[in-house]
């Protein structure tokens, strides 16, 4: 016996990320996901800090270096989505919204003519 009408949950997957608009990408996960990366950045920063006073001075210059370019990269992240959500994602909504409204419009036609050729036949 076949079982019709079940779906894989992969295929579901795609198939509702295909069909479903797209969507703005979120400054506010970003800054969250850099937050937990700075705080793991300063862990390791702790754990490889030298006993040594004149070495622990240099290390901490050297964290400072890769403290600033941390920041850096957040601030080029910002950038990147504010180019995506302003320039990218205005143009994949209206191709979403043409093609879903076009399978909406090819849909009403085939139950239109389903329905025709049920009244007729």
Same mark, same amino acid.
Request: proline content about 3%.
């Given at each position: ?12 997957? !795609? ?21 937990l ?21 240099e ?12 920041a850096?990269? #957040? ?7 504010? !180019? ?9 909504h !209206? !191709? ?18 389903e329905?025709? #050729?049920?009244?007729?036949?």
């Amino acid at each position: 016996m076949e079982r019709t009408g079940q779906m894989n949950g992969t295929l579901q997957t !795609r198939l509702s990320a295909r069909l479903s608009p797209p969507t703005k990408m979120s400054y506010w996960k970003t800054t969250v996901w850099w937050f937990l990366g700075l705080l793991a950045l300063w862990f390791v920063a702790i754990a490889l800090m030298p006993q040594n006073a004149h070495k622990a001075k240099e290390f901490s210059r050297e964290c400072v270096w890769i403290a600033d370019a941390y920041a850096a990269a #957040l601030v080029f992240l910002w950038l990147f989505i504010w !180019r995506y959500n302003h320039r990218v994602f205005p143009i994949q909504h !209206r !191709r979403w919204t043409v093609r879903s409204c076009a399978d909406a419009a090819e849909d009403d036609a085939d139950q239109l003519g389903e329905s025709r #050729l049920i009244a007729n036949g």
